[in-house]
C-alpha cells in the first residue's frame, strides 16, 4: 500500500528556471494539501484542493500554481523558482473534509534554488 | 504569529526514560488538536486526536492529555525507545470544517542509549 507518493525526492533548480511537483494517493482520499516546511517554521499550507476540480488557496501561494488532474494526483508548479522557494515540499491527503480524519503525507520533496 | 506554541524546542532523553512535551494555542473556537510524529527525512504521520470531550487518551506507550480551558496539551512518552527519536508536532484546526490546520514547529526529541 503505497500511500502518498511524491516525486521527485530531490532537486536543484537554478533561479528563475521552472519544474513541476508531483504527487498521488492511491487511498481514494478526497482532499490533497501542498505544504512546505521551513527550519524553524511550522508546516505552512501553499495550496488545496477540497476535491477533485477544485483548488483555493493557502496560506503563502504566491510563485506557485497547482492542478488537480485526477481523484488520485496533485501537482504543483513552480513557474520561475526563487532562492525563498528552497524548502522541503509535503504533499498529503485525507478522506473527510474536516479534521476528523488525519492528513496523511508524503516523504517530501527537498528543493533547492540557486 | 503562530498561535501554537510547542515546548521545549529540543529535548535529549536516555533510553527507558518517560519525557512529557508540551503545546500551548490560542487558536479559537476549539476544534480537534492532533498530534504527529515527524521522523527524519519522512512525512509526519499522526499519532492522536483530541477533542472537546476527551481530556486523556493513549496510543501505546504515548498518552495525550488536554486541558480546554488552560488551553494546553501534552504527550507524555512512557519507557522510552530509540525509535522514539523524532520530531513531534502539535497541529490545530482554526475551526470546525476549516481545511486550515496551524501547525507548532515542534519538539525534537533525541533519545540516546
Known amino acids: 500500500n503505497a500511500g502518498v507518493t511524491q516525486t521527485p525526492k530531490f532537486q536543484v533548480l537554478k533561479t528563475g528556471q521552472s519544474m513541476t511537483l508531483q504527487c498521488a494517493q492511491d487511498m481514494n482520499h478526497n482532499s490533497m494539501y501542498w505544504y512546505r516546511q521551513d527550519p524553524g517554521m511550522g508546516l505552512r499550507l501553499i495550496y488545496y484542493s477540497a476535491s477533485e476540480g477544485t483548488t483555493d488557496k493557502g496560506e503563502v501561494p504566491n510563485g506557485y500554481n497547482v492542478s488537480r488532474l485526477n481523484k488520485r494526483e496533485f501537482s504543483l508548479r513552480l513557474e520561475s523558482a526563487a532562492p525563498s522557494q528552497t524548502s522541503v515540499y509535503f504533499c498529503a491527503s485525507r478522506l473527510g473534509t474536516g479534521d476528523n480524519s488525519p492528513l496523511h503525507f508524503g516523504n517530501g520533496t527537498r528543493l533547492t534554488v540557486t | ?113
Open chain 2, 1 to 113: 504569529k503562530n498561535q501554537v506554541e510547542q515546548s521545549p524546542q529540543s529535548l535529549i532523553i536516555l533510553e527507558g526514560k518517560n519525557c512529557t512535551l508540551q503545546c500551548n494555542y490560542t487558536v479559537s473556537p476549539f476544534s480537534n488538536l492532533r498530534w504527529y510524529k515527524q521522523d527524519t527525512g519522512r512525512g509526519p504521520v499522526s499519532l492522536t486526536i483530541m477533542t472537546f470531550s476527551e481530556n486523556t487518551k493513549s496510543n501505546g506507550r504515548y498518552t495525550a492529555t488536554l486541558d480546554a480551558d488552560t488551553k494546553q496539551s501534552s504527550l507524555h512518552i512512557t519507557a522510552s525507545q530509540l525509535s522514539d527519536s523524532a520530531s513531534y508536532i502539535c497541529v490545530k484546526t482554526r475551526g470546525a470544517g476549516s481545511y486550515q490546520l496551524t501547525f507548532g514547529k515542534g519538539t525534537k526529541l533525541s533519545v540516546i542509549p
